[in-house]
């Protein structure tokens, strides 16, 4: 089975940075993608950041220049580098990713349990 395991959650002032990891393990074959969603309370899970294996990346616009992922291929290992946070960014954050396992014939959607980033003064 696959496990999605993140870590780098916290609580920091306006204007401070954090940096989330996120971990793909077992009997995976290839990895298309990964990224990063975040939910706030009373709101819809959305998209922050994504990267495909090719390293082509999308972010939300709310975290343009604020926010960089990247990816370690051989890890299996996606980080997102928040940096200017704000009270908004405020959220539980979950990894995702596109993975293949061993012997299987299509891909499927793994989520992480969610960190919590809490943006506060």
């Known amino acids: 089975q696959v496990q999605l395991v993140e870590s780098g959650g916290g609580l920091v002032q306006p204007g401070g940075s954090l940096r989330l990891s996120c971990a793909a393990s077992?009997?995976?074959?290839?990895?298309?993608?990964m990224g990063w969603y975040r939910q706030a309370p009373g709101k819809q899970r959305e998209l922050v950041a994504a990267?495909?294996?090719?390293?082509?990346?999308n972010y939300a616009d709310s975290v343009k220049g604020r926010f960089t992922i990247s990816r370690d291929g051989f890890k299996n290992t996606v980080y997102l580098q928040m940096n200017s946070l704000k009270p908004e960014d405020t959220a539980v954050y979950y990894c995702?990713?596109?993975?293949?396992?061993?012997?299987?014939?299509?891909?499927?959607?793994?989520w992480g349990q969610g960190t919590q980033v809490t943006v506060s003064s």
């Open positions: 995702n990713a596109v993975i293949r396992r061993v012997g299987a014939m299509t891909d499927k959607v793994y």
């Open positions: 990267i495909t294996s090719g390293g082509s990346t």
């Open positions: 077992g009997n995976i074959f290839t990895s298309a993608a």
